[in-house]
């Protein structure tokens, strides 16, 4: 009977994949769920790892072990180039995979305008392997500090520039001037780390644009609290080792972080269907591409507006719906039934800024401060993948709160810093001395 | 006054470099501490990172984290490249340290016997880094097996070769079998990874050989338990992308860990002393180098019999006890009483060998299994420096004690595997098909 059950291939293990891949596992499908990585990554607790408060394992999860124990699913760790829509065959590299439906949920990568020489020097946060690079440079920067002070060298500045101010720009400035301030304080024998500079920069005219205005400047003042500088209106026109230009005015940087545009997967181009600016897929009210009924979109890759004409965000709780709403949709065709179309119920918007920091928004309720970040930790926690994540992702945080200590701290890989001369001339005969 | 506070420099912060500052922070001295990572890695559990049960962030701490507080302690990340024993200076790629006492603390790395070119195929169990690569490669051999099964070729095997049985190999071998037959069972829809082959290979006549014939024998019992196949007087004389080579019989292997071989660091070779075959620096029994008291050396790197001849052993009791001793060495110098010798005192050795596996010695008494189990565990938490890490660790420990999972199963990094081809050839036409 296998020849009849029809075959569901899922690109992408995000959010909306792999609730995609959840819901089928209870319907006579055959499932694949293919990632070029083999563990799902929790995006929203990211800056986490990036600024060295928990440890990978702790926010990501195999997919096969999310997904363990359903028989009619199967994983597959594979690169996906490209399809082949006529023939329905997913591409890869070294194989190629049929399907009945095909769901596409591949995600979003950074956008850095058209400038993408400014990678190497600004590097975006998507993955965990980016988390890992970005947190590497932080701590880089105060060690090399330390270092040209010992040496008697001439002060290095600490300034660590971060590009846009949607959530994920607000998050790492708020915790990069926590570790500043606090964590790092005591543990470096000649700088202080609490001179650093943190420049969050906006090129829009307020911070967390998709948040109401009273909540955007209760942001701006929790940001300052915590001694963050914050620009908004402030556009990068070039980004060059050591420094980022606002038009003329050339701001030094040790390190520069990227959380500014979104460009959505390169495997959109390859469904026949207009895209919108980013590169997203506009799909059909039903997440279906258009012309191709079996085949589907979800999450930060589709293009979709809600009833007021306002485009989805790309955040998780969409991506969930999309895949949940997909899973029906393919349930509603085994049964012969007309498909539904895609709502998206809104729960509201969570930001953190920092310890006991965030703004929350549902509807014409908005809070700030203290109470939304127990929302926000709450929230975050419970929709963690993985149960003893959770736990473990709990007492870590209690503890980092309750001594100001980020245990994750470790610099792996290279100990250079790109763009950083270190140390740059010599002066005085202190014990350290510059040798070339 | 600081003209005469006399300045000691310590190079390398493993567990010898580490006992001496906290020791020599109590005395009147300027102590510089010097490592090329910025964290102190807790080597006896790194083959736990190495097979995913815990995360680098819970057996690494900061250097400057652990050594916190002390005010004349300052800590710099730094590569030693060699001394000017002459003018007292230790040299780094851009700066100079003067001192008027040296630790060399700098350990050891892998051998392989003159055969640098296995590296790539064999990695060590030293770092962090080296630990994601085993893991790295051990998690991705199943996943590409499983993509091999899917695409309907024939089955690739799932062989993990171990080359050398000591405390490393041991510990490995063990722990990869139960990931294989408990960890990953259930998570696979086509290969079965408990046919994975283990197989650990000692050149010589018996695994453990630090220990007692009868606990050899024990771990050999409790690891053909696990499903290790153990092979004794089995020299290795080749390694290829695939296969290890013992005289002509040619064994297939998905990956190959090196665990056989221990080289010191290089910089022992710059301190105009004479060096066992190791490349270890045959101190004087106060532990500093022939010629030069004001320079001592500890841990892997130093080369010392004990009463009976016998040569320390390259394990943490030594290094901290040598790191302590040489601390008070120096105290008695400033103190103008005569210099101590060094004593080892053994409290007893502990291997484990996998879950609820283990052997302990101590003098006459020879533990094996569960109680020699529970003595390692307690060891080994109780000394994880950091308090926040026992916790966590611990936690670890029990839920994947209880419930046989390992949390830490990422790949990171790239996706392919050095010496694997992966797919090899064509058959069928079943849903996944190779293309190429």
């Known amino acids: 009977m296998n020849a009849t059950i029809p075959r569901v291939v899922i690109v992408g293990a995000g959010f909306g ?19 070029r990585k083999n563990h799902h990554t929790f995006q929203p607790l990211l800056y986490q790892v990036a600024t060295a ?18 028989k009619n699913v199967e994983v597959l ?15 890869c590299p070294d194989l190629a995979i049929s399907y009945d439906y095909l769901i596409v949920a591949a995600g979003a990568g950074h956008s850095y305008f058209g400038h993408d020489e400014w990678e190497p020097m600004a590097p975006g946060l998507k993955t965990i392997e980016d988390a890992l690079e970005i947190r590497r440079r932080v701590l880089l920067a105060f060690e090399l500090a330390e270092k040209a002070k010992l040496a008697g060298e001439p002060e290095l500045p600490l300034n660590f520039v971060i590009v846009g ?13 926590e570790i ?16 650093t500079k943190i420049i969050l920069l906006e090129g829009g005219p307020r911070v967390l644009p998709a948040y109401a205005p009273d909540l955007s400047e209760s942001a701006v003042r929790q940001l300052e609290h915590l001694g963050v500088e914050v620009r908004t209106s402030a556009l990068v026109t070039n980004i060059e080792p050591g420094a980022v230009w606002i038009g003329s005015e050339r701001i030094p940087a040790s390190v520069v972080l990227w959380a500014a545009g979104v460009q959505a997967s390169t495997l959109g181009k390859q469904l026949d269907a207009p895209l919108d600016r980013a590169g997203r897929v506009m799909v059909n009210r039903d997440l279906s591409v258009p012309g191709h009924p079996e085949v589907f979109v979800v999450g930060d890759l589709a293009s979709l507006k809600d009833e007021h004409g306002n485009l989805l965000p790309g955040v998780a709780p969409v991506a969930l719906q999309e895949g949940r709403a997909t899973a029906d949709n393919i349930k509603r065709d085994l049964q012969q039934q007309p498909r539904k179309d895609f709502h998206y119920f809104d ?19 908005h809070i700030s401060g203290y109470f939304a970040w127990l929302a926000w930790l709450f929230v975050h926690v419970f929709f963690l993948i993985g149960f003893r994540n959770r736990i473990i992702v709990l007492i870590q945080w209690a503890w980092s709160y309750l001594t100001y200590e980020r245990g994750a701290r470790l610099i792996t890989g290279k100990t250079d810093l790109p763009g950083w001369q270190g140390i740059e001339d010599e002066s005085g005969e202190p014990a350290l001395q510059k040798t070339r």
Do not use: C, M, Y
């Open 17 to 35: 994949g792999l609730e995609a891949a959840r819901k089928l596992a209870k319907l006579p499908v055959q499932v694949t769920v293919i990632d």
């Open 165 to 177: 101010a949607g959530p994920t720009g607000v998050e790492l400035a708020g915790t990069l001037a």
């Open 53 to 70: 408060g928990i440890s990978p394992g702790e926010i990501a999860a195999p997919i096969r072990w999310i997904l363990r124990g359903r």
């Open 180 to 195: 500043a301030n606090n964590v790092l304080k005591h543990e470096f024998a000649s700088i202080d780390p609490s001179r």
């Open 347 to 365: 729960k509201g918007s969570l930001a953190t800024i920092g310890r006991a920091a965030a703004i929350a928004q549902r509807g014409r309720i």
């Open 77 to 91: 760790l594979a690169d996906v180039q490209g399809f082949d829509l006529e023939r329905r065959k997913v591409l």
